[in-house]
């Protein structure tokens, strides 16, 4: 017989053949012999090492106790590799928790890290032993709750760092396109001052009437005016810019296509124009044209950069907002700011599924008391589910309200719904429908002991296919106004 590649041997034994191993171990060290009248028998398992004894999937499950060697406990990564989890050694016990809990909390396999010998109880065996032995029944109790504590705070643990990871991957996209943007804003500013300092030591040496003067100190004031034009739709100007090319070529301006769309960009008009082309010769014209098309070109690229670097700032204050906001108890809340906030922290993975956000918020008051906990936290899981959810080109909508007492909110997505047999348990701890080793199945529980425990409010979802809605309930800063309703 194999398991995992190694051979392990199983055996039928008495326990009374291996009543002196038996008793070293911690579950029966305080065990008297005349105790075991109840469990008789058990198998001897010998593993090589390398030898995978059990994993989550398998529909038996066994209490062991280690005589000799060294197991280790294994969860699955998401690029295939396994991470040791727990460790156990000669004379302790594993395997409760599955059977206590009637499944296991999560992922795991065990597998011989030496040649070892194991004593295995079959699920009947291992609760005729908790009934029998009463000093067995408090180690392995003792074992069941500290494993499970262990393993709820590694989970938890878990659960922040993939939260955290899908923020910084999400920054990490926000930040580099501004970034990017201004870097490329920059490059072409520096080419177009060249430019510029070229043209104007040209025009430097002819005289200039105070018709031109005035005329370029018109269009430069026009140019400088600031970066907010009014938009145009992608054909608008399109036209605008073949029309302006080719008024500006038609006049024998140099590059006349090329610094057609920069004046096109800020607003310049063929009418603002003609006085240029009424003052200057046609050489004159080129040069003084192609003068400005670097000067408009700068502003543009100024307005990018500015832009780029407010973008930048942005996203800092959302991140500032998401991580303090709620750090002392006592502080009022917008809860508007901090939807904003998770919104535009998660605004790459909407972008990446192209999924809309519409978001209503008549929420009025908006703020709450804030109770120390993070409420980021549950606009993070609950938006960052719905995206999960959403098919491409998807919708999400976000909306808020008061009650009596009471601010709601409301994340619902248009997604295939939560199965009816699902949806009684989305709320509990270890429970998830992700593939294995893709979830901890407490991002739900965190959220409902957040909202619930935290700020005492309430949480429901109401699921069909198309519309999933996770509404949200917390009391207004008046904590005895929304008891009272």
Not at 103 to 110: H, L, N
Not at 178 to 207: H, M
């Amino acid at each position: 017989m194999s398991e995992g590649g190694q051979p392990i041997e199983a055996e039928p034994i008495l326990l009374k053949d291996v009543g002196e191993a038996l008793f070293r171990t911690r579950p029966f060290s305080g065990t008297a012999p005349d105790a075991l009248s109840g469990v008789e028998r058990a198998e001897r398992v010998k593993a090589r090492a390398g030898a995978t004894l059990g994993q989550s999937a398998d529909p038996t499950r066994y209490y062991w106790l280690l005589l000799e060697g060294e197991t280790h406990g294994e969860r699955p990564e998401k690029d295939g590799s396994w991470t040791t989890a727990g460790i156990a050694r000669a004379g302790d016990g594993f395997g409760e928790v599955p059977l206590l809990m009637g499944g296991p909390p999560g992922a795991f396999r065990v597998v011989a890290a030496q040649d070892s010998v194991l004593l295995r109880f079959g699920e009947q065996e291992f609760w005729s032993m908790l009934a029998c032995c009463p000093s067995v029944r408090r180690q392995v109790l003792a074992d069941f709750s500290q494993r499970l504590q262990s393993y709820q705070t590694e989970a938890l643990h878990r659960e922040k760092l993939v939260s955290l990871g899908t923020l910084a991957a999400g920054l990490m996209h926000e930040l580099h396109n501004p970034g990017s943007a201004a870097k490329r804003a920059a490059s072409q500013l520096r080419e177009n001052l060249l430019r510029l300092q070229e043209l104007s030591l040209r025009n430097a040496y002819k005289q200039k009437t105070p018709e031109q003067l005035q005329c370029m100190r018109d269009l430069l004031e026009h140019a400088l005016s600031g970066c907010r034009m009014p938009a145009m739709s992608s054909l608008e100007q399109s036209d605008a810019e073949e029309a302006m090319g080719e008024w500006l070529a038609s006049t024998g301006v140099a590059n006349a296509y090329s610094i057609a769309p920069a004046l096109v960009g800020l607003g310049f008009k063929k009418d603002e124009l003609v006085c240029a082309r009424a003052a200057f010769d046609a050489e004159s014209f080129s040069d003084a044209l192609n003068w400005l098309g670097a000067l408009v070109s700068s502003v543009s690229l100024v307005c990018a950069i500015e832009e780029s670097i407010s973008r930048v700032s942005d996203l800092v204050m959302a991140v500032k907002k998401f991580a303090y906001d709620d750090r002392s108890a006592g502080r009022e809340l917008d809860v508007h700011d901090s939807l904003q906030s998770t919104l535009t922290i998660l605004n790459h993975k909407l972008r990446t599924k192209n999924i809309s956000v519409e978001k209503r918020f008549a929420a009025s008051p908006s703020t709450i008391l804030t109770r120390g906990s993070a409420l980021s936290q549950v606009w993070t899981n609950l938006i960052d589910n719905a995206v999960d959810a959403s098919p491409n080109d998807g919708h999400i909508v976000v909306e808020t309200w008061t009650e009596p007492g009471w601010l709601a909110v409301s994340i619902a997505d248009s997604g295939a719904g939560i199965p009816p047999d699902v949806l009684p348990h989305i709320f509990e701890a270890f429970f998830t429908t992700k593939p294995q080793g893709s979830g901890t199945g407490l991002g739900l529980e965190i959220v409902h002991r957040i909202v619930t425990q935290k700020f005492g409010g309430k949480i429901e979802v109401e699921s069909h296919p198309g519309n999933t809605r996770f509404l949200v309930r917390l009391p207004l800063n008046d904590p005895k106004a929304a008891s009272a309703t």
